[in-house]
């Protein structure tokens, strides 16, 4: 799809086509399940998790939630309740944000 064409979609269209990456609202996967395996292994080894965020790039909660079950659950959770809680203004933060991005020519994908 061509800027312009993006730029003229209603809102709730362009917030299903449109998805924003490497921003706060990126939700791609940042490990791959080698990478995973090999937390994990390095984890039961003794290395530190602080360490093993270092060494993939990725924060601390990241490391975190491939680790323990139990802040999975939780991590998990929060996000549920943040999304049914949200209020419209997120929503319309957001579908401007997206539109920003499109204008400047920034990175997004189209679906």
């Given at each position: 799809?061509?800027?312009?064409?993006?730029?003229?979609?209603?809102?709730?269209?362009?917030?299903?086509?449109?998805?924003?990456?490497?921003?706060?609202?990126?939700?791609?996967?940042?490990?791959?399940?080698?990478?995973?395996?090999?937390?994990?292994?390095?984890?039961?080894?003794?290395?530190?998790?602080?360490?093993?965020?270092?060494r993939f790039g990725?924060?601390?909660?990241?490391?975190?939630?491939?680790?323990?079950?139990?802040?999975?659950?939780?991590?998990?959770q929060r996000r549920?309740?943040?999304?049914?809680?949200?209020?419209?203004?997120?929503?319309?933060?957001?579908?401007?944000?997206?539109?920003?991005?499109?204008?400047?020519?920034?990175?997004?994908?189209?679906?």
């Amino acid at each position: 799809m061509k800027k312009f064409e993006l730029l003229n979609l209603a809102n709730t269209t362009l917030d299903k086509k449109v998805k924003i990456a490497g921003t706060n609202w990126d939700r791609r996967r940042k490990l791959t399940n080698k990478e995973i395996y090999e937390i994990k292994r390095m984890y039961k080894r003794g290395k530190p998790i602080s360490d093993i965020a270092s060494r993939f790039g990725v924060a601390v909660s990241t490391i975190k939630y491939h680790l323990f079950e139990d802040y999975k659950k939780e991590h998990n959770q929060r996000r549920k309740d943040y999304v049914n809680n949200s209020s419209s203004n997120n929503r319309a933060e957001r579908i401007n944000y997206k539109r920003y991005l499109i204008n400047n020519n920034k990175k997004v994908l189209v679906n």
